[in-house]
């Protein structure tokens, strides 16, 4: 294969060579360096632009916005942290989700549990109370979100009557036979953290003489915390 001598190029095409190399250098040594910024959230898209965007796919769209959603905390060159996001438009892209897919429980898992841990009380009560009005709308499907946001109510801000709203409003509500009885029991625990005994134990007799707890194990149990709570109970100290 014959190779032509470098001195055989001409020297305007040379010129120009060197010229576009030095141009090229010089326009990325002025470049400054990408700075990384912090992208706001968004309002979700509307009712009708979501419809329309979905093309008869509306489950589908929801889990490609929902992907969305969950990775908006990490964008180029930073990671947002959660408590950082504005909440109110949290609130309403997960609201969104479920009235694309109904039937997804994703975006109370999303509240519940993802969202609702972050240390800002003010936004977890967001998060909390998104999920107990969510819960309302399906509670044989929902309440185990509603559950654990009972928890982080007690646990997380010591907020009883909170949780003892949540707990009140799954025993009401989800009254499935698939529903496991401790959903029930939890006003009962709850009410006797607060220190209403007589309330707890009002609670747990209603519940004894339903007649709904079958098992002979969790029946004892309850018998035994009852026949307790009758001895802690004022009425019954009173009579002494």
């Known amino acids: 294969m014959h190779v032509r001598s470098l001195r055989a190029v001409p020297r305007a095409v040379m010129f120009c ?52 959603l969950q990775a908006f905390d990490n964008q180029p060159g930073i990671s947002i ?6 909440y109110s438009r949290v609130a309403a892209w997960l609201g969104r989700l479920l009235e694309l897919d109904p039937h997804s429980n994703y975006p109370l898992l999303m509240s519940s549990y993802l969202y609702a841990q972050v240390p800002d009380p003010a936004k977890q009560r967001l998060m909390l109370d998104f999920t107990y009005h ?37 025993q009401q509500h989800a009254r499935d036979p698939s529903i496991p009885h401790w959903a029930s029991q939890m006003p009962i625990f709850i009410l006797e953290d607060m220190g209403e005994r007589e309330a707890a134990k009002i609670e747990l007799g209603a519940l004894l003489a339903t007649g709904s707890i079958t098992d002979p194990q969790e029946r004892h149990f309850l018998t035994e ?5 009758e ?10």
């Open 17 to 68: 060579g060197v010229l576009l190399l030095a141009l090229q250098i010089s326009w990325r040594a002025m470049q400054t360096a990408p700075v990384a910024y912090v992208e706001a959230l968004a309002p979700p898209p509307s009712a009708t632009a979501a419809r329309l965007a979905s093309l008869g796919e509306p489950i589908t769209l929801a889990g490609l916005l929902a992907l969305r």
């Open 81 to 86: 942290p959660f408590a950082a996001l504005d």
């Open 134 to 170: 969510q819960f309302l709308a399906d509670p044989k499907r929902r309440w185990r979100y509603l559950a654990h946001a009972a928890l982080i109510a007690k646990h997380s801000l010591h907020d009883l009557p909170l949780a003892l709203t949540y707990a009140h409003a799954i």
């Open 225 to 229: 915390r009852y026949n307790e709570l």
């Open 231 to 240: 001895t802690k109970s004022p009425k019954s100290r009173q009579t002494r």
